[in-house]
């Protein structure tokens, strides 16, 4: 298949010969055939830049471009097969000259229509439905009849087209209160769910202080601030009306009306949207600080998705534990109460999600969640595959501008190279049952700016190779009709079908009914949906599904019923079920019940856990909620073993529960050599998370044991949970006294004689120079310089010294505020020197090394670089390196903290509470109480310093790049 595509002249880009070949197999599923194999060559010049790969029984062809629309965020396709797009035109125009850009500033961003009306496969007419100062960069849009609901922090926002004209009639704002004005991190779009209600989520850019139509508010934040010059205030441990404390981003629901406001899931960093399909079952993907640990994941109802502290006030980073690898510490993998964090899709950056349930592809791409990976230019494909109460994601491509972009690939050095260009912001399942693709056609991704100064977009859609889908007629008055819209495989357009049939009634039932044994077992789950909204007769036919055969069918059953009463009185029932996701969805659901109504549900599970299964665990934990301690007696007395010899099943459920009542046995087994190594850190852990003094004295003793690891570990808690969770359980300041050493008294006496304005200058200079060699010198100058005790004449003159200080975190600081000698680096320049890779390799060893990972070497102060080849073209990464200060990675913002008695702290903020934690340049982490903090700044430059302040020169960067970008 080949396909040309010519960019509009204004843009000048020419592109063509899009040959649409392959590499490997796209899915291998039992027993069910193999899906088509993508097979080709690599990629090496600018003219087969616009070459697209996806599986040999589909094509792609450019539907729609720009200037039609510009910088497309999301999409949905309404029953006429239209395109709504929502641009960002205003996108961080803090961060771009007015002039450099587009810009409708003064109108705001718009919402626009584009329709193929000849039905010959691309667009040809474009407009706008709404250009409004209320949107600024929105991220999302759903059009569900006449209401169109678009996602822009701080409102969602319903545009209701009352006369159909595509003009709206009308403005509310639904909710408002979110937090994330212009920011990547904030509100997203939303979809209707098989139940008929609104699923919709938003990122970690709060505080989110929303109050629905009933009254009920959430209150969710985070220590994170930044992003953008208007999120400045954000904290963690906020309490919601449901007396619950979320935090992160967040998955919410709501009902049509406004009302009855749900958190469904959260701790997030910035899941760009959730998807459901018509089981009931949520998905989505999240991005990551680091640059290898992007997610895909199945989201379990009340899930924390693990990216900060449980409250919200510790970035991940401060809660690393030695031996944890950056995945498993950055979704917090071995905390108690944190859900499975899925598929580790590597580097990137990824946005949309749509679980595709057509027949139109072929019945071999029917139950397909598709992920667009903007930062990796592709659109990953999964089959989900049940596995116990969860799913295993195996990932393959389904369209990329590379040939295997879920695997690495060879980085081709050119000064242009528009495969990287390739973004996809959405992908959409119109009602012909084609995906359609939102390409925001650009040279970078993330980092709070975009650099393709025209705002050029593009739209792909997807069909099967030789094949003409057409976009159906839906008669919306007629009962046939409106089973036709329920069967759709565009989301929102089969809710137009449900609710059309819930108004109905019960006079329906007999012809939904019919679905339940339709081919397609989507369109039997979205029956049971609509069956349980029919009116008493209507739930009494899924109550029978309670005992179908079809396991997908009393998942659904139990769903439905849940959703209209709580399904308390099948609790017990379904507990016993041979399906683990339905016992999984019994223990979601006993959260908020009694334990005098749970206990001996929940004793059902615990019983028909099988010690392996994280999401069965998560369920049991969820149903345990307020209940541990109870919960765990009925372990002990289901198991009965001595800590030393417990079960898997034993192990996990103390470890999940915690309670103070386990302290004693959990100390036996840590400290236990008949214990392997990993249980026993499982068990401290356990006590590690008991927010209790018993637990804080047990870890004491378990400090002093004779077994290294236990020891070790043990000392690692007591450090860490001195600063947040233990902090007035002990007397830390006494086990803590700080010994002042000769070399550091005089030091100190130095500093005396330097800040001593009644001293000679140049004596003053000369102490100074002492200072600047010595460790401890160098911190007191970087100390007084921060405060105004030291003139820019002593700056200058110490600065050449301070910069060769032994100590790296006074090397970096220093760099903020110490003059040097350099000189401006151009990065178009350094872009065209040819690279020696090898010489790289010794620049970074060298110059990197001490604070980033690459590969096996290094330090993990800063990111890991190892896959930094997958996020950055050469132009990005030069402009990371060159001008680190313009788009610092999430986590790694520096603050100075000066206290009370004069001490001053410079580092990454890792955790804000009561204790607030900051990470130096070493690697040292301090603790210091908020109440001792006399200012607190957040730093505008990165702690990485300038090429310049390292020595470095352009052939330097063009070597050292290199060697970053063909890592092997």
């Not at 329709?115 to 409004?132: L, Q, T």
């Not at 990137?348 to 071999?364: C, F, H, M, Q, R």
């Not at 979205?526 to 739930?539: D, F, N, T, V, Y």
Request: proline letters at 5%; charged letters at 25%; hydrophobic letters at 35%.
């Amino acid at each position: 298949m080949t396909f040309n595509t010519t960019i509009s002249p204004e843009f000048g880009l020419l592109f063509s010969g899009a040959v649409l070949l392959s590499l490997s197999s796209l899915f291998l599923i039992n027993p069910k055939p193999d899906l088509p194999k993508r097979s080709g060559t690599p990629l090496v010049s600018i003219e087969d830049s616009s070459k697209l790969y996806l599986p040999d029984d589909l094509e792609a062809t450019l539907w729609a471009e720009a200037p039609m629309f510009f910088n497309p965020t999301n999409m949905d396709i309404d029953a006429k097969g239209r395109v709504w797009i929502t641009e960002a035109v205003n996108y961080r125009d803090f961060n771009t000259k007015p002039a450099e850009r587009l810009s409708h500033k003064q109108k705001g961003d718009r919402v626009m229509i584009l329709e193929d009306r000849d039905g010959d496969g691309k667009a040809e007419s474009s407009k706008v439905f709404i250009e409004d100062t209320l949107l600024t960069a929105p991220l999302g849009i759903a059009v569900i009849g006449n209401k169109i609901i678009v996602s822009c922090a701080p409102n969602l926002i319903v545009y209701t087209d009352s006369d159909g004209d595509d003009k709206p009639d009308s403005r509310e704002v639904l909710l408002t209160g979110f937090g994330g004005f212009d920011h990547d991190h904030s509100l997203h779009s939303l979809v209707t769910g098989p139940d008929g209600r609104y699923y919709f989520n938003t990122g970690n850019a709060g505080p989110h202080h929303v109050t629905d139509k009933s009254g009920w508010t959430l209150r969710s934040g985070s220590l994170y601030t930044g992003g953008t010059p208007y999120n400045k205030s954000n904290n963690g441990n906020q309490k919601s009306d449901d007396g619950r404390v979320w935090v992160g981003g967040l998955a919410l629901r709501i009902n049509p009306d406004g009302t009855g406001l749900k958190v469904l899931g959260h701790n997030f960093r910035n899941s760009y949207e959730v998807c459901l399909d018509s089981y009931g079952n949520m998905w989505q993907n999240d991005n990551d600080d680091q640059v290898i640990t992007c997610r895909v994941s199945f989201l379990q109802e009340n899930g924390n998705a693990g990216y900060f502290s449980a409250d919200g006030t510790r970035y991940w980073q401060a809660d690393r534990r030695p031996g944890q690898d950056i995945f498993t510490t950055h979704w917090h993998q071995e905390d108690p109460g944190v859900m499975p964090a899925g598929d580790n899709t590597g580097a990137g950056s990824p946005t949309g999600i749509v679980y595709y349930e057509g027949d139109a592809l072929g019945k071999n791409y029917r139950g397909t969640l598709l992920s667009c990976e903007a930062g990796r230019n592709v659109i990953f494909a999964y089959k989900p595959e049940k596995q116990g109460a969860g799913f295993a994601l195996k990932r393959r491509d389904l369209i990329s501008s590379f040939p295997q972009a879920s695997e690495r690939y060879e980085w081709y050095e050119t000064d242009n190279d528009y495969r990287k260009w390739f973004r996809p912001s959405d992908v959409a399942v119109g009602p012909d049952g084609a995906l359609y693709i939102a390409d925001w056609y650009d040279p970078i991704v993330g980092g709070h700016g975009m650099k393709d100064k025209k705002g050029y977009g593009r739209i792909y859609r997807i069909t099967p190779k030789g094949k003409k889908l057409t976009v159906p007629t839906f008669d919306l008055t007629s009962t046939n009709g409106l089973i036709e819209a329920l069967k759709n495989p565009a989301v929102n357009v089969r809710a137009l079908g449900f609710e059309g049939l819930r108004k109905n009634g019960e006079p329906v039932i007999e012809d939904v009914k019919k679905l339940l044994t339709a081919e397609n077992p989507f369109h039997q789950a979205r029956a049971i949906w609509l069956l349980s909204q029919l009116g008493e007769k209507g739930k009494g036919e899924v109550e029978k599904l309670l005992l179908s055969a079809d396991e997908s069918h009393r998942l659904t059953a139990f769903r439905a019923l849940k959703a209209l009463n709580g399904a308390t009185a099948y609790l017990d029932q379904m507990a016993g079920d041979a399906d683990p996701a339905v016992r999984r969805e019994v223990g979601i659901a006993l959260r908020d019940v009694d334990f005098t109504k749970s206990y001996s549900i929940i004793s059902k599970l615990i019983k028909n856990y099988d010690g392996k299964d994280p999401w069965m665990l998560e369920a049991i934990g969820t149903a345990s909620d307020g209940k541990e301690a109870k919960v765990y007696a009925n372990v002990r007395e289901t198991f009965k073993a001595d800590p030393e010899y417990w079960k898997p099943q034993h192990a996990n459920l103390v470890w999940r529960l915690h309670p103070v009542q386990a302290i004693n046995d959990l100390k036996l087994r840590a400290g236990s050599a008949k214990v392997a190594v990993t249980e026993r850190r499982k068990a401290l852990t356990a006590i590690g998370f008991i927010k209790d003094k018993k637990a804080a004295e047990a870890m004491v003793a378990l400090s002093k044991s004779t077994l290294p690891d236990v020891a070790s570990q043990a000392s690692w808690w007591l450090n860490f949970r001195k600063s947040n969770d233990w902090a007035d359980l002990l007397n830390w300041e006494k086990e803590n006294a700080v010994v002042v050493t000769p070399a550091y008294q005089k030091m100190l006496e130095l500093r005396r004689k330097v800040a001593d304005k009644n001293q000679p200058m140049g004596d003053r200079i000369g102490n100074g120079r002492k200072m600047a060699a010595d460790v401890n010198g160098g911190n007191m100058l970087v100390d007084m310089r921060v405060q105004g005790q030291l003139p820019d004449t002593i700056a200058k003159a110490v600065s050449e010294i301070i910069f060769k200080n032994p100590d790296q975190n006074v090397r970096v600081v220093a760099s903020q505020f110490f003059p040097r000698n350099g000189k401006v680096l151009k990065t178009d320049f350094i872009a065209r020197m040819s690279a020696d890779p090898s010489k790289g390799e010794k620049l970074f060893a060298t110059n990197c090394a001490a604070c980033h990972k690459h590969g096996t070497n290094g330090a993990e102060i800063g990111p890991d670089l190892t896959v930094i080849h997958k996020k950055f073209d050469k132009a990005g990464l030069l402009d990371a390196i060159v001008n680190p200060s313009a788009s610092m990675v999430f986590g790694y913002e520096s603050y100075t903290i000066v206290t009370k008695k004069g001490e001053t702290y410079f580092g990454f903020l890792l955790s804000d509470g009561a204790n607030v934690v900051i990470k130096d340049a070493a690697g040292q982490q301090h603790s210091i109480k908020a109440d001792q903090i006399k200012s607190r700044e957040k730093m505008p430059s990165s702690l990485m310093p300038e090429p310049t302040a390292l020595g470095l020169n352009e052939q330097d960067l063009a070597d050292l790049t290199g060697y970053l970008l063909n890592f092997k």
